[in-house]
């Protein structure tokens, strides 16, 4: 009998590429068949993400474009998984068309739900919580040089404006066998670069054991050459931590530490529990330790009641700070958090113009950043191949072009001999 033939997209976060692996492992086992092409499959999964309106739109636009598809196939199966499966439940159903509809936490059912809707031909609508952590699953590992390895799953520091609580349920960590386990299966499919995440990985915890204790033991581990983790929340950074990550041997220097925003009172009705002050002396401490650390941060404005004034605190800290990159966004209410609650809301055109300029400024150092490079020597790595060009990319996490024939999961030294825009060129020094 033909196996029957799955899709699957992933949009948002590294958890939900995490995840898809995990699926795709469940499919598998079960007898499915993954495809890479959308056209050929029976069944297509979106593993979504409700952190902003826009990645919601984004999702509900494809949806509709697979309901159109359905009128010519209408055997597909779509399946909407993830966050916005938690947060609408049988509203993805009714109107959107989706015939499954399941959170995160229920995965493991997919084989069965597929099953269940082909005989009854009924949406199939899961999206309990429970303290699912994916134990015994090693997710699928393709042809990969970088992999993803999750260690905690949730959240519990309810920042008032995020809905990852209320999506996700509350915080659990994985054992450490099991992380473990998946580092070495991501080795033994030829994986050099490895990232542990978590909605905050330095809330992990295990047998006794803590977040750098953990960090040691992977990091002990043979086969592989980089370790990176995300996303650390700033109110648990410590001195510690970069004492402890100098001593590691294949930490890559780079740490994606959310800032938001850069006003104390702002901070405050995020609930985010560090101030601005703390949060520069924490960045600055790490430089001192780490001199060639990178640090990446999520900045968002526009949160209710946002002044002129909190906006410049925000801009005093990126302008001090000189972050090696930052994700921007705009504060989008998310349902039933604390934030609804926070009045008055900032105008949509002051919001969009705060923004721009967020961006203006971020982009003219990110630009200044990557011209500091030029004619650095960097160790890369080589991840992927588009025509006769190949992305590497450096400890500190920078993607770096090379227009000379490498191989994709080697390491190489290079030298940055010119930076187009911000995208630095190398060329490479030990063939
Ligand atoms: N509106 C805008 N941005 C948000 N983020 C989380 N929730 C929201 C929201 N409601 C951003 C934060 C977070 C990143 C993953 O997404 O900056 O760090
Ligand atoms: Fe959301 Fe805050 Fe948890 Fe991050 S730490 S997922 S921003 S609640």
Same mark, same amino acid.
């Given at each position: ?14 958890? @939900? ?19 890479? @092409? ?61 015939? !499954? ?12 739900? =597929? ?20 134990? /015994? ?26 809905? =990852? ?36 990985? !330095?809330?992990? @915890? /295990?047998? /006794? ?177 588009? /025509? =006769? ?40 020094? @030990?063939?």
């Amino acid at each position: 009998m033909n196996r029957e033939k799955y899709y699957i997209r992933a949009y948002g976060c590294q958890m @939900n590429l995490y995840e898809a692996d995990v699926i795709s492992s469940i499919m598998d086992k079960a007898g499915f068949a993954q495809v890479s @092409n959308e056209r050929e499959a029976d069944i297509v999964y979106l593993v979504t993400c409700s952190v902003r309106n826009h990645a919601e739109n984004r999702v509900l636009g494809r949806l509709n474009s697979l309901k159109q598809l359905k009128k010519s196939k209408p055997d597909l199966i779509i399946g909407i998984l993830g966050c916005m499966a938690q947060n609408y439940k049988g509203k993805l159903s009714n109107g959107h068309g989706a015939d !499954l509809v399941v959170g995160p936490d229920e995965y493991r059912r997919l084989p069965e739900l =597929v099953n269940k809707f082909t005989q009854v031909h009924k949406p199939q609508i899961q999206t309990e919580f429970n303290t699912e952590n994916y134990e /015994g699953i090693l997710p699928k590992v393709v042809n990969k040089t970088t992999g993803f390895v999750s260690i905690m799953r949730g959240c519990n520091n309810y920042c008032s404006y995020c809905i =990852v609580p209320y999506v996700r349920g509350r915080e659990r960590s994985k054992p450490k066998e099991q992380v473990i386990q998946e580092v070495n299966n991501l080795i033994n499919n030829g994986v050099k670069d490895i990232t542990l995440v978590g909605q905050n990985v !330095l809330a992990w @915890n /295990g047998d /006794g054991l803590k977040f750098l204790d953990l960090l040691k033991i992977v990091d002990g581990i043979s086969g592989f050459d980089r370790l990176r983790f995300i996303t650390s929340h700033p109110k648990d950074l410590t001195i510690k931590h970069f004492d402890v990550l100098l001593t590691l041997k294949k930490f890559c220097p780079n740490i994606h530490l959310p800032l938001q925003s850069g006003s104390n009172r702002i901070l405050n009705l995020m609930n985010r529990g560090y101030t601005k002050e703390e949060y520069i002396q924490k960045v600055k401490k790490g430089r001192e330790i780490i001199p060639d650390i990178s640090f990446t941060t999520d900045v968002m404005v526009g949160f209710p009641t946002e002044t002129d004034d909190d906006f410049k605190d925000t801009l005093d800290v990126i302008e001090q700070l000189k972050f090696d990159f930052a994700y921007m966004f705009k504060y989008s209410e998310r349902p039933n958090t604390k934030a609804c609650e926070i009045k008055p809301q900032v105008n949509e055109t002051v919001s969009q113009q705060r923004l721009t300029k967020l961006i203006e400024i971020q982009n003219q150092i990110t630009n200044e950043k990557s011209k500091e490079l030029l004619d650095k020597t960097l160790e890369v790595l080589v991840e992927s191949k588009n /025509g =006769v060009q190949f992305y590497a990319r450096t400890k500190t996490n920078k993607v770096v072009i090379i227009k000379e024939p490498v191989e994709t999961g080697k390491t190489y030294l290079c030298k940055v001999i010119r930076v187009a825009g911000w995208t630095p060129i190398g060329k490479i020094i @030990n063939n």
